[in-house]
């Protein structure tokens, strides 16, 4: 199975990157652009073959390593 | 007793990961500033030499700061044993790089983020001592200011209202910069665990251990651990 994790800065968490990206959006012609949020992606196989308990497995690795849950959030997709 | 603890030689161990850049710098800070002895400790180490008094952990781009900073390093199999040394009571102290390292594993609260100014800031900033009580500040006795060098790009603490007013309210914020150059919360440059023993600060001592390097605050502080251990 593919495991596919986002992990985006929590709400509330000031995202500089989101906001310089937000900036230059404006700057070129995109005045429209709002909330510009920067995450990353990490996507990986994984050796399971029941989606519930892969994902419950990808939680376990975003506690543990891929995210930092005292500034970020994560959303895992399983397929 | 007190004889035989000064006659012991005072020992301190540097951590270096792969991309530490500071290690070196910690060893001769330490050295010449407390006259302590030094040993190198490589990340794959299971174990950490005998009778240690501090154990730090240096400024640098551990792991290439991949994922987050800190956050690789966090994992490295000698981590396991600077936790339970720092659950013993051994003086640890996160410097940068090793601040992140420390917010990581769980040691510290909070976390770094990216400086609120998006830039790299390499400059000597002026910090207040807000507790000159703890184990690292003690030798700095009437002196309530420092001047050390701070150098990141990820040195933004954050941590949520209520770990921040607890910080403060338990006399865990240490430094606090007097102009605050990353948009750091609530001006804060270093902080220590609840027992006191774990110090994580953004600001290198080991830049500033001698007036040729602008500053000799630093060296204060590594005397300041061996005075108290």
Same mark, same amino acid.
């Given at each position: 199975?593919?495991?596919?994790?986002?992990?985006?800065?929590?709400?509330?968490?000031?995202?500089?990157?989101?906001?310089?990206?937000?900036?230059?959006?404006?700057?070129?012609?995109?005045?429209?652009?709002?909330?510009?949020?920067?995450?990353?992606?990490?996507?990986?196989?994984?050796?399971?073959?029941?989606?519930?308990?892969?994902?419950?497995?990808?939680?376990?690795?975003?506690?543990?390593?891929?995210?930092?849950?005292?500034?970020?959030?994560?959303?895992?997709?399983?397929? | 007793?007190?004889?035989?603890?000064?006659?012991?030689?005072?020992?301190?161990?540097?951590?270096?990961?792969?991309?530490?850049?500071?290690?070196?710098?910690?060893?001769?800070?330490?050295?010449?500033?407390?006259?302590?002895?030094?040993?190198?400790?490589?990340?794959?180490? #299971? *174990?950490?030499?005998?009778?240690?008094?501090?154990? +730090?952990?240096?400024? %640098?781009?551990?792991? @290439?700061? !991949?994922?987050?900073?800190?956050?690789?390093?966090?994992?490295?199999?000698?981590?396991?044993?600077?936790?339970?040394?720092?659950?013993?009571?051994?003086?640890?102290?996160?410097?940068?790089?090793?601040?992140?390292?420390?917010?990581?594993?769980?040691?510290?609260?909070?976390?770094?983020?990216?400086?609120?100014?998006?830039?790299?800031?390499?400059?000597?900033?002026?910090?207040?001592?807000?507790?000159?009580?703890?184990?690292? #500040? *003690?030798?700095?006795?009437?002196?309530?200011?420092? +001047?050390?060098?701070? %150098?990141?790009?990820? @040195?933004? !603490?954050?941590?949520?209202?209520?770990?921040?007013?607890?910080?403060?309210?338990?006399?865990?914020?240490?430094?606090?910069?007097?102009?605050?150059?990353?948009?750091?919360?609530?001006?804060?440059?270093?902080?220590?665990?609840?027992?006191?023993?774990?110090?994580?600060?953004?600001?290198?001592?080991?830049?500033?251990?001698?007036?040729?390097?602008?500053?000799?605050?630093?060296?204060?502080?590594?005397?300041?651990?061996?005075?108290? *251990?």
């Amino acid at each position: 199975m593919k495991a596919t994790v986002h992990v985006f800065l929590k709400p509330g968490v000031l995202d500089v990157q989101g906001k310089a990206v937000e900036n230059a959006l404006h700057g070129l012609g995109w005045p429209s652009v709002k909330e510009a949020r920067v995450g990353r992606v990490i996507e990986f196989d994984l050796d399971a073959t029941d989606a519930e308990a892969a994902k419950a497995e990808v939680k376990a690795m975003c506690e543990k390593l891929l995210a930092n849950t005292v500034i970020e959030s994560y959303r895992i997709d399983i397929a | 007793m007190r004889t035989v603890l000064q006659a012991r030689a005072m020992k301190a161990a540097v951590v270096v990961f792969p991309g530490s850049n500071c290690d070196r710098d910690c060893k001769v800070a330490i050295e010449r500033s407390a006259g302590a002895r030094v040993e190198m400790v490589w990340h794959q180490e #299971t *174990a950490l030499p005998d009778d240690l008094d501090l154990i +730090v952990l240096p400024g %640098g781009f551990s792991y @290439g700061d !991949y994922l987050r900073c800190g956050a690789m390093a966090a994992q490295s199999p000698v981590m396991k044993e600077v936790v339970t040394a720092a659950n013993n009571g051994v003086a640890v102290v996160g410097i940068c790089n090793g601040f992140q390292v420390l917010t990581e594993v769980g040691l510290l609260p909070g976390a770094l983020l990216r400086n609120a100014g998006l830039k790299y800031v390499c400059k000597p900033v002026g910090l207040d001592i807000v507790n000159g009580q703890t184990r690292f #500040t *003690a030798g700095y006795g009437e002196q309530r200011q420092a +001047v050390m060098t701070v %150098g990141n790009g990820e @040195g933004n !603490y954050f941590a949520d209202e209520e770990t921040l007013d607890r910080l403060e309210g338990e006399g865990q914020v240490v430094f606090r910069y007097q102009e605050n150059p990353n948009g750091s919360a609530r001006n804060i440059a270093g902080i220590v665990n609840k027992g006191g023993n774990v110090l994580g600060l953004m600001p290198h001592p080991d830049r500033a251990f001698d007036a040729d390097l602008g500053s000799e605050d630093g060296a204060v502080l590594f005397r300041s651990i061996f005075q108290s *251990a």
